[in-house]
């Protein structure tokens, strides 16, 4: 089993956003979001209707989690449980 879960970016979004990430703009098909309280941390996140490919959901989210704040893949599989 995988480390890697599979989600959508329709999913990943709004739990950026609950663990502190503001959309900024959104330019075709990529949203591009920053922390709120540390505006260095920006990721784009691609928006498309297939699930997001493994390297590429870990590069995007690579660098997002601090030592103060949960790993992101613990997030996801937790709001993953309560879908």
Known sequence: MSIVPVIKAARLIPLLVRVGFRIVRQAGSHAHLEHIADRARK?????????LAKKTLL???RGLARTDEPPIFYLVYVWRSDL
């Open 59 to 61: 590069s995007t989210t």
């Open 43 to 51: 990721v784009t996140i691609p928006i498309h209707s297939k699930p």
